[in-house]
């Protein structure tokens, strides 16, 4: 028996009532972006990043505007539209989709913590923000100088900056003041500031992720491009920029959207084995059968195919719920009725380290119930599993967090 090739809609991101307008557009756009993506998947892991070409289609799409404040000519549709537009790339190419997000996600804390000032300058140097982030700092030396500081050093993994308009940094600085504590922060460096080395792709996966070191020799940062890093597990209250938008959505924690963008990029890889897998049961007979029988009509793979949507669909609805806690969450600390406290913080953190167990799972199970032959050296279901590989074996997973998120919530409890 054979049948048409089947299109799944496993995790399509279908837009409903109450959605921001534009992310539908946004959405096919992506989809539309998917058989490109696709065909690039080896040569971007060759490269290390995206083609020009792939960038000047995000640029004019305006996917790296999606959290870019209205004020300076950004799209400022919220946490949970882009993550369903990083997954939606993901489904394309989970590399492509990392470097797009780690490059675009850090217009949501440009948009919270800085000053209008800063912000102007940063979101009009070239209208749109593309902009890595690391803290990865080595050999750092930042120095007291008239009107800021002076800054030097390496910053490791720094997914984004193929394409990038600017560089943030998170280092320790001297006190404005002399004698003043030194000042964690998290600061600013326009491109042409500094050197992009080519270091990037010898792991297992992730290898076109565009996560290339930064050097910054001397580099000049103004006070105002430097912000301390108060917010970064806990926020209370306005910000400088919930303020500024009237957005509360520019009130909220780094914690608690960080690994949200990794989710995302995540459940997007999800996808992208559920229709390989579905590619490879339709077009393909049980193996040691006497009858030709397709993989797709026989229980065992129905059986794997449906425990994997499962996987992935949940995969996808706890990163988009996770970035509605995240505005609900802001919107309560910023109108003055309850902070978003580090339980708060935590807890989103680890919900984002479940849906990427849940996606690794899906792509492991089709790994498995696959073939050798598409799990050989340049096909789709081997890069999605050493691209879900790469994404779990950072230091930062559920079984090392779960501790201090439960902490973090015992604390927050009333006295008895």
């Not at 989709?97 to 300058?121: D, K, M, P």
């Not at 990865?136 to 800054?151: D, F, K, L, W």
């Not at 806990?234 to 959505?249: E, F, I, Q």
């Not at 425990?307 to 806690?325: E, N």
Request: include cysteine; hydrophobic fraction near 40%; proline fraction near 6%.
């Amino acid at each position: 028996m054979t049948r048409a090739p089947i299109r799944s809609t496993a995790g399509r991101g279908d837009v409903g009532p109450g959605e921001p307008p534009g992310l539908a557009a946004l959405l096919a756009r992506a989809a539309e972006l998917r058989p490109v993506l696709r065909a690039e998947q080896q040569a971007t892991e060759e490269r290390g990043t995206y083609s020009p070409e792939t960038h000047d289609a995000f640029w004019e799409a305006g996917f790296y505007r999606i959290l870019q404040p209205r004020r300076f000519g950004g799209l400022e549709l919220g946490v949970p539209a882009f993550y369903r537009l990083i997954a939606e790339v993901a489904r394309g190419c989970p590399s492509t989709a990392w470097c797009l997000c780690l490059g675009a996600g850090h217009a949501l804390q440009v948009g919270s913590y800085f000053s209008e000032r800063a912000q102007r300058e940063i979101f009009g140097l070239l209208g749109q923000l593309v902009s890595p982030a690391s803290g990865h700092g080595q050999n750092t030396a930042i120095e007291r100088v008239p009107g800021g500081y002076e800054v030097s050093g390496k910053w490791r993994y720094c997914s984004g900056v193929p394409y990038s308009t600017h560089f943030m940094g998170f280092g320790t600085f001297p006190g404005v003041e002399p004698d003043a504590p030194d000042r964690f922060c998290w600061f600013v460096v326009p491109g042409g500031g500094y050197t992009i080395l080519d270091d990037w792709g010898g792991i297992i996966g992730m290898k076109g992720s565009g996560s290339n070191s930064v050097v910054l020799d001397g580099a000049f940062v103004p006070d105002h491009f430097a912000v301390d890093c108060t917010w970064f597990g806990a926020s209370d209250g306005p910000t400088a920029g919930s303020a500024l938008h009237g957005n509360p959505v520019y009130g909220g924690t780094f914690e608690g959207f960080a690994e949200g963008e990794i989710a995302a990029v995540t459940a997007g890889t999800a996808m992208a084995a559920v229709d390989e897998y579905v590619r490879i049961i339709t077009t393909s007979n049980v193996p040691h059968h006497d009858e030709p029988v397709l993989r797709a009509d026989h229980p065992d793979y129905q059986r794997w195919l449906g425990m994997g949507l499962a996987w992935a669909d949940a995969a996808a609805a706890i990163s988009v719920r996770g970035g509605q806690l995240y505005e609900e969450y802001a919107r309560l600390s910023v109108e003055g009725i309850e902070p978003f406290g580090l339980d708060k913080s935590a807890r989103l953190n680890d919900m984002y380290f479940a849906s990427e167990q849940l996606a690794y799972d899906t792509v492991e199970l089709f790994l498995r119930n696959a073939s050798s032959s598409a799990v050989a050296d340049g096909q789709a279901m081997q890069r999605y599993f050493r691209d879900m590989v790469a994404a779990c074996t950072r230091a930062d997973q559920l079984e090392r967090m779960a501790a201090a998120a439960a902490g973090a919530y015992l604390r927050s409890l009333p006295a008895t």
